[in-house]
């Protein structure tokens, strides 16, 4: 799933606010897949 937000403060407290959540199309995971692995990899060395 992709939710994509923004942080918003007011007087101090910082909100969460939502702007789209969606299904990740299947290009897209493979995408984030990938990406993951390689930072994981980069953090080990």
Do not use: C
Not at 2 to 27: G, N
Not at 31 to 37: F, I, L, Q, T, V
């Amino acid at each position: 799933m992709l939710i994509v937000f923004t942080l918003r403060e007011k007087a101090d407290v910082t909100f969460i606010r939502p702007i789209s959540a969606r299904y990740m199309h299947d290009k897209e995971v493979e995408h984030y897949d990938k990406e993951s692995a390689n930072a994981e990899k980069r953090q080990g060395s």
